[in-house]
């Protein structure tokens, strides 16, 4: 028998030492910051960058951007940050490895898909939690143009979208953990495990991610003996309208209804009859930015006691969709509280 | 002023209580099998794999294999293992996320380029050192005939290999973390730094991660106080004879006479005259082999007391090359002791 220490159930921890949330920034593209969370958002450009050569610098810059920012924002110094977690898109995390070069931090390389703002809250709050740290950094980027391009079609293209893709969005987000301080905190890290339902369709990330997610807060409240009428809000990182719905669903099998207080963080970002983005946002800056903007800003004003974030990736490349190769998805969930 | 508790100068952390490294796998292709290393690897492969469809598949293979002979060599079944960290080199970390679906158990995808075996094993001690888990598994694996593709060239091209060019291995490496029995232990983890001084050459990514390795080795001694006495092996990851040469220059300027015990994985695995690997092996199965092989082995027999593994990233894709970006490079640290 295993005699667990600091882990409840088979997926999660519960953290003896909240480590706190002491600063976030969310930077956004134009078309983010039309959308309904616009008043959220820290940064908002003018288009998809600042004028940076490539879309995949345009993206580097905004992660740097949220990071340095974060830093200002919590009064510190880069040589305050004892360790930077961060994830993006792109080949070889392009963005994150780009950006991590500019910081003179140990730094781990994450990657989770649009999973990876949970994966590596998750690792930060581990980190702080075992007393290895006293600042942490959790990060992550996507932009829509550099991961069209890499994913799909270039834009030139012109390709036809499908009525259940997504959008992914340009933008990146980033949290400072520490100890000390009055701000929100984390208490809860439930890890994924990776789902895989043979959906095989990269223009329906959001069903091929659903069951993951179904999978991680179901083990969520078993773990922890919580249900949903103990959140204020459940927010899924980006499983769009398709995604959400099936979701909702698959967890009232479950026996547990968590419709009232459940949002999708690619559905709340965009208002997807005006702004086109058919079943709503994705990619790894998704839950990003709602997270560091909204569901932060909100939290701090105490209009979210408890809030469970659950960040979903699509495990998939090109290359294993163009070899037959199923959809393998994956959700982390945080639980972050300010009571 | 920061107070630590674990961290030990600026990048790394001692362990309070080591996890013990009781189980480790090495699966090799045909020519790494045909090396120097040979009677150290568990399994030897015919060819690249075992009539998979797909180089990538191949791949995915071997890393499901290498964790789950490692499982089975410690006695334990997949349910007592609380997370897995691995990671790889294909896009979307293809061949770890398609592993990891093979396996029940709560997953981290990490990237660091050929840094992840020791990226892996940083974040899996850290793990069981702060009393989150009982059972962690370390792996990460690499693909010849699947790097070339995607980095370089199909192989039916027949392109010409430079003087300074690696060979990718082609193996998974596998480790298991437990608190208990007598086994070698994990006591301290330097995390690197990103490291970039302009190189641009793809062929010579030796020359681009010395300086990482540079970093980190001599970070290590400042934070530990210790030095190369203090080792029996400092073993760099896949830097090969090109930037072995480098790290020992290199490491000399800043007071540290590493030769006669310092060692490179990727310049022991492959034979370069007879093998034809030019600088040596790189890709992340080769630290990964080489330390569930050989190193590991050794440690066991008690030949080496004290090992340094550092493997080294270079954290570009082919994208940033087209783009003209130079290649940065990382190195993690891991130190092991069996006394």
Aim: charged letters at 20%.
């Amino acid at each position: 028998m295993n005699t667990k220490n600091k882990k409840i159930g088979k997926q999660t921890i519960k953290l003896e030492n909240p480590p706190k949330i002491i600063a976030t920034t969310s930077i956004v593209g134009a078309k983010e910051g039309e959308g309904p969370l616009k008043n959220y958002f820290d940064i908002i450009l003018k288009d998809q960058g600042n004028g940076e050569k490539s879309f995949e610098q345009e993206e580097t810059q905004m992660m740097y951007e949220a990071i340095k920012e974060t830093i200002k924002k919590a009064n510190l110094k880069e040589s305050d940050i004892d360790y930077l977690f961060a994830g993006d898109l792109l080949n070889q995390l392009g963005s994150s490895s780009f950006a991590a070069r500019e910081v003179n931090v140990p730094f781990f390389g994450l990657f989770g898909a649009c999973s990876t703002m949970a994966e590596s809250l998750s690792l930060a709050a581990i980190m702080m939690d075992g007393g290895f740290a006293n600042h942490v950094i959790a990060s992550t980027s996507s932009h829509f143009c550099a991961a069209e391009r890499q994913f799909r079609f270039p834009l030139e293209y012109g390709s036809q979208r499908a009525e259940t893709a997504q959008w992914t969005v340009t933008g990146s987000g980033a949290m400072l953990l520490a100890h000390e301080g009055d701000f929100p905190y984390i208490t809860h890290i439930t890890t994924g495990i990776v789902k895989d339902y043979d959906m095989t369709d990269p223009n329906n990330m959001g069903a091929a991610m659903a069951p993951a997610a179904v999978d991680t807060i179901y083990n969520h409240f078993k773990d922890t003996g919580r249900s949903p009428k103990d959140y204020d809000i459940i927010a899924t990182g980006d499983l769009g309208k398709v995604g959400k719905k099936l979701t909702e669903e698959l967890l009232l099998e479950y026996g547990y209804d968590i419709k009232g207080i459940y949002q999708d963080c690619g559905d709340l970002i965009f208002d997807s009859e005006k702004q086109n983005t058919n079943s709503g946002g994705s990619g790894c800056g998704c839950s990003a930015v709602v997270a560091s903007g909204y569901l932060y800003k909100e939290l701090k004003k105490r209009n979210f006691k408890r809030v469970l974030l659950i960040s979903t990736g699509a495990l998939m490349s090109p290359t294993t969709s163009l070899q037959g190769e199923s959809i393998p998805g994956i959700a982390h969930a945080v639980a972050i509280e300010y009571k």
